[in-house]
């Protein structure tokens, strides 16, 4: 079955440091790819996505290529910022369906 | 805002209580759905309604009754619930299989807090 993996953290980063998060997938099709932020005290927002293979998604300031040779959709952000401390949740879902699969989510700190 | 409300935002009861949940979205969307969020547990998908007919349940015990009257409107009801049930519940909604879109972006309420004593 269809899946999603990722690193779970937590992730603890100074300011203006350089993120990566990692995340890679299971899918027996050809999938859409998202990232889903969710700030503290909130539901899950659509941080960015990319619907086929070498697409890259873009928002605020984080990127995420669809890479389907490596099965992986990889989030980065070159310079954090507190207000980036969040959970991150890769998630997947195939073109014929409604549900998408999440991933555990990965916790991230920006300190100052 | 994302256009998907959840009330109440928080909720205490006892295991012999009944109470409801109830998600409201303003976009238009013909697919709402019940997650619950667990700490340091996956997302979890309950139930998915499309056109207001259930399209999936995914193996949730009896105690949570999910309504779906109309496309706007999905409640959760709730009855002599356990403290595990005790979570984040959310309510997300999108356009649904019929929108002939190749992907299906949800758009996520903020969440009921629940806590059973």
């Known amino acids: 079955g269809n899946s999603v993996t990722q690193m779970e953290g937590p992730v603890t980063l100074s300011e203006e440091a350089f993120l990566t998060i990692n995340c890679t997938y299971t899918a027996t099709g050809y999938p859409s790819l998202f990232w889903y932020v969710q700030y503290p005290g909130e539901g899950l927002q659509l941080l960015l996505k990319?619907?086929?293979?070498?697409d890259k998604g873009s928002n605020k300031g984080f990127e995420a290529t669809y890479r389907k040779e490596t099965t992986s959709f990889h989030l980065e952000k070159g310079s954090v910022q507190v207000s980036d401390s969040a959970v991150y949740f890769c998630?997947?879902?195939?073109?014929?369906?409604?549900?998408?699969?999440f991933g555990p989510g990965t916790s991230l700190s920006v300190i100052p | 805002e994302t256009g998907v409300t959840q009330t109440p935002r928080h909720l205490v009861m006892g295991m012999t209580n009944k109470k409801s949940l109830k998600c409201e979205q303003h976009?238009?969307?013909?697919?709402m759905y019940w997650y619950k969020q667990s700490a340091k547990k996956p997302l979890e998908l309950m139930f998915v309604?499309?056109?207001?007919?259930?399209?999936e349940n995914n193996s949730v015990p009896s105690r949570f009754s999910p309504e779906c009257p109309n496309s706007s409107h999905l409640f959760l009801h709730l009855h002599t619930l356990q403290p595990e049930d005790s979570a984040l519940y959310l309510c997300?909604?999108?356009?649904?299989?019929?929108?002939?879109?190749?992907?299906?972006?949800?758009?996520f309420g903020p969440g009921t807090r629940l806590t059973v004593l």
């Open positions: 309604y499309n056109f207001k007919e259930q399209t």
């Open positions: 998630a997947l879902t195939e073109t014929s369906y409604d549900k998408v699969i």
């Open positions: 990319a619907t086929k293979a070498d």
């Open positions: 997300a909604s999108s356009q649904g299989m019929a929108s002939g879109t190749i992907y299906n972006e949800q758009f």
């Open positions: 976009l238009g969307h013909n697919a």
